[in-house]
């Protein structure tokens, strides 16, 4: 039983325009939702958390969750080639751990 | 620099080798981890550790091994592999508190890529 659900992509956006990347989970209890990058051979690190319903912004990034339907999205505004990368959702696992559960992560290409 | 060092970057071992990982991390978390991410695969996570005790164990067989000798030390004891063990082994820590059920952001170790031939 998959927990956190991502469209593994890719999505590909022109350099300027908004990418939106989705995610949703399955445990109506997760309350902390994290967004990570990873570059290709790279670890992920992290680039926004969101705890509240709600948009959180920070930069060209906002983070918008949605408790009662379940998911989480991030949307990169202003998108340029180094923002091409694999964007990883994280949500607590359900059965009571809550130790963040990774989605498969969406790929997102930004061409000039 | 990332808080969390992991050594070797690069394994190359075969099935009848014993080799381990090691992750030390140097920004006071309570918490470590490790993951296993395979191609095309979501990131696994293996174990964690709260405090040096193992807290999770997420039915990985046997020939992985870890040890938490404290709460910045970790590692990963590898015997007897086979090929699709082939990944990267990513370290990670946070802060957590398993009885109140939360954890922060987990910060990352540039990982381990291994080999298994």
């Known amino acids: 039983q998959k927990e956190v659900e991502q469209n593994s992509g890719p999505l590909s956006v022109p350099e300027g325009a908004i990418a939106s990347l989705n995610c949703t989970y399955s445990?109506?209890?997760?309350?902390?939702f994290f967004w990570y990058r990873q570059y290709s051979g790279k670890s992920p690190e992290l680039i926004m958390f969101?705890?509240?319903?709600g948009d959180k912004e920070d930069g060209r990034f906002t983070a918008q969750l949605n408790k009662a339907s379940q998911y989480v999205s991030l949307l990169i505004r202003d998108s340029q080639p180094s923002d091409s990368a694999t964007y990883l959702c994280?949500?607590?696992?359900?059965?009571?751990?809550?130790?963040?559960?990774f989605g498969r992560g969406t790929s997102l290409i930004v061409h000039p | 620099e990332t808080g969390v060092t992991q050594t070797p970057r690069h394994l190359v071992m075969g099935m009848t080798n014993k080799k381990s990982l090691k992750c030390e991390q140097h920004?006071?978390?309570?918490?470590m981890y490790w993951y296993k991410q395979s191609a095309k695969k979501p990131l696994e996570l293996m174990f964690v550790?709260?405090?040096?005790?193992?807290?999770e164990n997420n039915s990985v067989p046997s020939r992985f091994s870890p040890e938490c000798p404290n709460s910045s030390h970790l590692f990963l004891h590898l015997h007897t592999l086979q090929p699709e063990d082939s990944a990267l082994y990513l370290c990670?820590?946070?802060?957590?508190?398993?009885?109140?059920?939360?954890?922060?952001?987990?910060?990352f170790g540039q990982g381990t890529r291994l080999t298994v031939v």
């Open positions: 550790y709260n405090f040096k005790e193992q807290t």
């Open positions: 969101i705890y509240s319903n």
């Open positions: 990670a820590s946070s802060q957590g508190n398993p009885s109140a059920r939360w954890y922060t952001e987990a910060f």
């Open positions: 445990d109506r209890g997760s309350q902390s």
């Open positions: 920004l006071g978390h309570n918490a």
């Open positions: 994280a949500a607590p696992a359900s059965g009571g751990s809550y130790i963040p559960t």
